[in-house]
């Protein structure tokens, strides 16, 4: 395997392995503002940009994913969680990504997002922002989850062996590389901390919410990137009620059932989750423009459905905002749908 030096050179780490006799590469967490650096790399060094791997749906910058796909046009690879529908194929834990001769394996790592992946290719390992180097990634948004951040480093993480190499997807101290031993003994957030003391500690630290979020985070999460779509602000968006598959599931039982508003792309809708019967398509870069078609429906519950409950509380942020009183949220979406048994129309 190639392992080439972080291409960023900035807090925000982009990797780069290729198979060295196929040539064929892996990137790892692309930002969007170096799409022609890693071009002009992979260029240079004659490799085929053969899949991308965003680690996590990110908060703090534009992904490069999206567009670089489609320039290269190769495969976007996320955890099925993630809540985008650009994504070519979805991996769960226990996964393998194979590029040429070389083989990564996906530990799913949840606690700093739902949707976080580690990459694991035997000496060494692709941690996202779950373990950093003497650090942890923040677990306070987005949902994130400090108690299953815990699970995920010490169960998952420190389980591999001790001379393991650490290569996370960002760091502020100019650290480039680290081991599992290493961040075992002397990583301060978590090393010699029960789950209650790590959870108390990340509660404790009140960081700022990250600078460009409400320029970066929505878009991310819906690869949605024009001026017709004004997402609603993260208190609109914590206002949003949510309901589970359960609750959602009996209210479709009952004499008087919600309007289902399906936000997904028309591919999604029809694709391997299915939707739920009788819900009504409008895609979530359409919603603002057809809310009209909602007009009839101004006085019914309705509850907002996408992949995995992320777009679909923007569009029911959208449609509060809009003047409906009555706009719930499918949480989590329609993988935790499926994954309940519920049934599915195709
Ligand atoms: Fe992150």
Request: with cysteine; charged share 25%; hydrophobic share 35%.
């Amino acid at each position: 395997m190639l392992h080439f030096p972080e291409l960023n050179r900035s807090k925000c780490k982009t990797y780069l392995v290729a198979c060295e006799r196929t040539r064929k590469a892996l990137l790892i967490d692309p930002v969007k503002d170096n799409i022609s650096r890693y071009l002009a790399f992979l260029g240079y060094h004659q490799l085929k940009l053969d899949a991308i791997v965003d680690t996590h749906t990110h908060a703090d910058h534009p992904t490069g994913s999206f567009h670089l796909r489609d320039l290269a046009q190769t495969r976007l690879i996320m955890h099925r969680r993630a809540p985008v529908p650009a994504v070519d194929e979805h991996v769960e834990h226990g996964d393998c990504i194979t590029i040429g001769d070389i083989a990564l394996q996906v530990l799913y790592t949840p606690g700093h997002t739902p949707d976080s992946i580690s990459l694991y290719a035997g000496d060494r390992v692709f941690t996202g922002d779950v373990l950093l180097i003497g650090g942890t990634g923040r677990a306070d948004f987005a949902g994130g989850d400090a108690g299953q951040q815990y699970d995920s480093i010490t169960q998952k993480l420190f389980g591999l062996p001790e001379e393991t190499l650490v290569f996370p997807a960002h760091d502020y101290r100019g650290n480039t590389c680290s081991t599992i031993g290493q961040e075992k003994k002397q990583n301060p957030r978590i090393a010699g901390r029960t789950r209650e003391q790590y959870v108390a500690l990340m509660a404790s630290l009140n960081f700022p919410m990250p600078e460009k979020i409400q320029e970066v985070l929505q878009p991310n999460q819906s690869a949605i990137d024009d001026d017709k779509t004004k997402f609603p602000d993260l208190t609109e968006l914590n206002r949003v009620r949510q309901l589970t598959a359960e609750e959602v599931s009996a209210m479709t039982a009952s004499t008087n059932p919600p309007l289902l508003l399906d936000v997904r792309e028309p591919g999604e809708y029809n694709g391997e989750l299915g939707h739920i019967c009788g819900s009504l398509l409008i895609p979530l870069r359409e919603l603002a423009g057809r809310a009209a078609e909602l007009g009839a429906h101004r006085e019914r519950v309705i509850v907002a459905v996408c992949r995995s409950g992320v777009r679909s509380t923007t569009a029911a942020a959208i449609l509060s905002g809009l003047g409906f009183e009555r706009v719930y949220n499918l949480k989590d979406g329609m993988v935790d749908w499926n994954d309940r048994r519920f049934p599915v129309e195709r």
